[in-house]
């Protein structure tokens, strides 16, 4: 295991040496694909990171287990201004690729569900794999190095606190905005606006919802509850579980949602998706059964409890009139809630938005206006859903980018 203290060169490479073929700044997933890929077409490469070590996402990913690639993925999985910028980087790199190189390294993986392929072990493996891959091909990595300035005139000019480093290529990998205690910064937006490149809006996503005030001291009690509900933003509906917060609502299909959702909109959330419960009420039609202990047979007591003491008038069933029942059921089918806005960049999966696409070329990842210049992985505007793509993305994106850079 290369874990490499702070300050430390990992690797091999002429560390003397302040002319490189390629510079790539960020060590995460999609710098070190790239930087691989560069390797072993022989260019000559330096990895800068400005913390102490590799793969700070991918550590954390899938809960430490790394949830790196998805068997169902195809570029309808993306968010971006333009849905086909993925296709081609996606198309040369496929989820059998990762799962190629994991395999070479002999890391065992499993399928969770849907496709979504986690390490059995631990995330860790995946950074030793892509570490030891750098070594192979001569990839000089600098950690701890901080980037004080860029500048291009013929070559790139970049200046750190370890001293000036010159490129004929430089690959931006420094990821989004979301999770700043592991390196995040928005250094690849503000370089990419230095060079007259557009730059979409950006917000955190894959992020939990706030709850405004009454409803954020109404459920406050419930954190910790899941149960399974259609969650619809717009047109686009997230199946899966919602957990409870102490300020709102996480959990897969809230966390999806988060992708679409722009303040001020509600979310639908569908608390029977696989039950018709208007038609439940009608089967109990005579019963003199509450109506919250009819729903706590199909949902968390608690849960049922509290929805129906602030939503409705719980009464026996059989004194509820059809269209009080019809209303009733709507709103368990509907549950409009408008967030008061989401966690935010400090617990965001992921950043949406980024370096416009359309200053980029789909195959290369190079700026067409910059030539030499390449942006890849999270600061790309392209976003995945939950489930392992944006992981791929990084890869997939990367490994575009390194058969040119
Ligand atoms: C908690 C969490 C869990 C996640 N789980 C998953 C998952 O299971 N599956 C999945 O597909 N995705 C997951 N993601 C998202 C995924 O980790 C990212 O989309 C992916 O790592 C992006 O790769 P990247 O190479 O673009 O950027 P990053 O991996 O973020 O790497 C960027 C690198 O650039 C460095 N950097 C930033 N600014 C500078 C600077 N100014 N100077 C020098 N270096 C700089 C950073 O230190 C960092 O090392 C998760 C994200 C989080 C936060």
Redesign the pocket.
Known sequence: MLDVPAGRTVNAGNSMQMKKDVII???????LLCAIECGKRGRSVLV????ERT????R???GGR???TNLNLTPDHYLSRNPNFSRSALARFMPRDILSLVEKHHITYYEKEMGQMFCVKSAREIITALEQECCQVGVEIRLSC??SDINHAGVFTVKTSEGSYSSDSLVI????L??SK????G?GHELARKFKLKVTQVKPALVPFVFQGRDQKVFKGLAGIAFDTTVSIGRKKFRGNILFTHRGLSGPAALQASLYWEPGEPLLIDLFPALNIHRVFLSARQSKMELHTLLSGHLPKRFVQTWCDHMIISKPINQCSDKELKSIAEGLHAWKIVPKGTEGYDVA??TAGGVNTDELSSKTMEAKKMPGLYF????VDVT?LLG?????W?WASGYAAGQFA
């Open positions: 700044i960020g060590a995460g997933a999609s710098g800068i990171d400005h913390v793969g700070s996402k991918i954390v990913s899938g790394c949830n790196f901080r980037v990998a420094t990821g989004g979301s999770y592991l390196g995040a910064s250094f999966e992921v890849i992985g999270e600061v995945g392992g793509y944006n992981l791929h990084a």
